[in-house]
């Protein structure tokens, strides 16, 4: 039988906690544990492996942006999903700036929350179409030339490396649309990282919209 996806879903309101509980244990996939502020979520990630933590922003005792902080800090392949009502262009660049690897929001169908935590479970990246809509339009707003300080740090295979990256992109699939090899992929994705100082998909992502790369 395989194992179900530990999930902690912290949230302080408790019709919201009771509403996520029913539809994710409806798939009978999912081991599931609550939280109503973030202490009481970091006493339960001391005592547990969660494979994944879905997480509101705004909370008593201790917000989400603090949680995921101290979460990351503490383990920092902690794979976290901000599931909020708040589509504010600087929280959301905090948040990717943190490290998480998703950010949804409430007003998401069951379709786009499954498929978030789904991607997030296999080690990957979800952010709604909202949020990079957020982004693309705060960065626009932006003087020019601050907005592209850093765009010429990447050749022109990088960038279009980068470009399908945020399409989340396999290296398979990267290699297979641009005619190279998988190796040739994973040294440009390495050379990517560490020029712009990204650990993750969720900060190669912050980099790409502050440098103007997508379009």
Same mark, same amino acid.
């Given at each position: 039988?395989?194992?179900?996806?530990?999930?902690?879903?912290?949230?302080?309101?408790?019709?919201?906690?009771?509403?996520?509980?029913?539809?994710?244990?409806?798939?009978?996939?999912? !081991?599931?544990?609550?939280?109503?502020?973030?202490? %009481?979520?970091?006493?339960?990630?001391?005592?547990?492996?969660?494979?994944?933590?879905?997480?509101?922003?705004?909370?008593?005792?201790?917000?989400?942006?603090?949680?995921?902080?101290?979460?990351?800090?503490? !383990?920092?392949?902690?794979?976290?999903?901000?599931? %909020? %009502?708040?589509? !504010?262009?600087?929280?959301?660049?905090?948040?990717?700036?943190?490290?998480?690897?998703?950010?949804?929001?409430?007003?998401?169908?069951?379709?786009?929350?499954?498929?978030?935590?789904?991607?997030?479970?296999?080690?990957?990246?979800?952010?709604?179409?909202?949020?990079?809509?957020?982004?693309?339009?705060?960065?626009?707003?932006?003087?020019?030339?601050?907005?592209?300080?850093?765009?010429?740090?990447?050749?022109?295979?990088?960038?279009?490396?980068?470009?399908?990256?945020?399409?989340?992109?396999?290296?398979?699939?990267?290699?297979?649309?641009?005619?190279?090899?998988?190796?040739?992929?994973? %040294?440009?994705?390495?050379?990517?990282?560490?020029?712009?100082?990204?650990?993750?998909?969720?900060?190669?992502?912050?980099?790409?919209?502050?440098?103007?790369?997508?379009?």
């Amino acid at each position: 039988m395989e194992d179900k996806t530990k999930i902690l879903i912290v949230d302080d309101h408790q019709i919201v906690l009771d509403g996520l509980v029913s539809l994710l244990k409806a798939e009978n996939s999912f !081991d599931l544990e609550t939280a109503t502020n973030g202490k %009481t979520a970091l006493d339960l990630a001391e005592k547990n492996d969660f494979d994944i933590y879905l997480i509101d922003i705004s909370m008593p005792v201790m917000d989400g942006i603090q949680l995921s902080k101290i979460l990351l800090k503490n !383990d920092p392949h902690a794979r976290i999903i901000i599931l %909020t %009502t708040h589509n !504010d262009k600087e929280i959301i660049t905090e948040m990717l700036h943190i490290g998480v690897a998703g950010y949804v929001l409430k007003n998401c169908s069951r379709q786009e929350l499954f498929m978030a935590i789904d991607k997030i479970g296999k080690g990957k990246s979800f952010f709604s179409d909202e949020v990079h809509d957020a982004l693309r339009e705060d960065y626009k707003n932006r003087d020019a030339s601050h907005a592209n300080e850093k765009v010429f740090v990447l050749t022109k295979r990088e960038k279009e490396i980068v470009e399908l990256l945020a399409k989340e992109y396999t290296n398979e699939k990267i290699a297979e649309e641009l005619n190279i090899s998988y190796r040739t992929v994973e %040294t440009h994705r390495k050379n990517i990282m560490e020029k712009t100082n990204s650990h993750n998909l969720a900060g190669l992502l912050k980099y790409f919209y502050s440098s103007a790369l997508l379009k």
